[in-house]
């Protein structure tokens, strides 16, 4: 019996091999592999020392590497889009950019305790792919966050995250739709600005006494 | 006090679908007018309500989660999700669902055995899944659309079917039959306290809450119609239009990547000139 075993281990080497080959082509793969790395490094981050303002900073970079904000700006404003002047295109996709970082790094830097797990990825029918995730343990376990991936330029890059079936460029869509009909381009500037300027990311401190927290 | 503006939907009278429950005229009004056709009583039931929030709710809340231990917050609010099991048991049984209802009954059985007359969530530990069901879940399962978005004073957002609903929810809760004001107070500030956080940082997060949050409440209540599923998103939400591609070289000076597009064809914007439109 002993006789068998170089030829199973071939075997076996040559089914890895090929289920290897098409894996490697496969987009759902790819992107899979290429968010978990980002999510690998947030958590990586979260983990590792560093205050939380640093952390937050290093979070908010990994995410200005692996999120396609240009993309995001376009896709949030659609028809709108060609109502903003160029300037104001750009204008817009440098604070929208801030915005949304600054508000993720926010949010992910509250899930210190929490594992991610990635469920899988699915193949859409434009060609983007879906990874699909979930938090484990602590106040959000089970919650679902989706990553709508496109390959630009070679790289997967997100290009909407849905949090609990609500999708982030739909959700931005229909709150700015309705300040761009109301107060154009410039009112919607404006406004982002403003929260750009106080600061979405100062979350207040969770162990305030109570006495600050009333005043507030 | 004037009645809402209910939407005119051709060959319906929606009055007399309300008072007879039949929810499944809902869906074929609502699509043909955006979910939320009354959007200017909403907001200012929104406004109302935020200011209500702010004013009293929030710090009520705020200084209930100072003085009331995570632990305790979490045990009470197990032992209200606990009466609630019966409205999830009936609602399995109307959906269709005889292994939740079983899974469900033995949840409430456990939980208020082992589990300090339902203050801890045993079962869960053993291992018995949780599921929420609800009447305006049931209606949906059946087909019944979510209506006119419907923000309600105090209570927040809703949808006409769920509204529609809530007295039979109420019905198939133990607590309703209990004369217990003081532990209503204190569900509703549990509650309220759980969401500190996250509500706070939802406004933060928002340019628009009121929009914010209509989109959050259908979502959140269509997944729960699909047991957790999220509905399907139209692939025309990530559809850039070609047009739009020329647009964007201009802008791309992401100090991180040049993303290069699909090359738009060789008609650069041909419908854009001016002169042309005839």
Known sequence: ?216 | MRALALPRCPGHRIRAAALAGAALLLGACSTERGPDPWRNTNEKMFRFNERFDKSFFEPVAKGYDTVMPTLFQTMIGTFFETLTVPRTFVNDLLQGKPVAAAQDLGRLGVNVVAGMLGFVDVASEVGIPKNEEDFGQTFGRWGAGPGPYLVVPFAGPNNLRDVLATPLDLAANPSTFVNATGATVVRLVNTRAQYLEEIDQARKDSIDFYVFQRDAFLTRRAREVLDGKTPEIDDDLYELDDEDLDALDEVEESPTEQPAEQPAEPTPAEGESPDEAH
Do not use: C, H
């Open chain 1, 1 to 216: 019996m002993k006789r068998t075993e170089p030829l199973l281990v071939a075997s076996l080497l040559a089914l890895a091999l090929l289920l290897a080959g098409p894996a490697l082509a496969d987009p759902a793969a790819d992107a899979r592999s290429a968010m978990q790395s980002t999510i690998d490094e947030v958590l990586k981050t979260l983990r590792g020392p560093g205050s939380d303002e640093q952390q937050r900073a290093e979070i908010e970079t990994l995410a200005k590497q692996r999120f396609d904000f240009t993309t995001m700006s376009k896709l949030v404003l659609k028809r709108d889009w060609k109502r903003f002047q160029p300037a104001e295109q750009k204008e817009f996709v440098t604070e929208f950019t801030e915005y949304l970082s600054a508000s993720y790094g926010t949010r992910i830097a509250r899930y210190k305790n929490e594992q991610v797990t990635t469920l899988g990825a699915r193949n859409e029918g434009n060609g983007d792919v879906t990874v699909q995730t979930a938090i484990k343990g602590g106040q959000f376990d089970g919650a679902t966050v989706d990553y709508r991936m496109r390959s630009l330029g070679g790289k997967w890059q997100v290009i909407d995250v849905v949090i609990e079936g609500i999708s982030l460029v739909s959700n931005f869509r229909q709150q700015f739709a309705d300040v761009i009909a109301k107060g154009g381009p410039q009112e919607l500037l404006k406004r982002i600005k403003a929260k750009n300027e106080a600061g979405i990311v100062d979350a207040p401190p969770t162990e305030a006494p109570a006495a600050t927290k009333g005043t507030r």
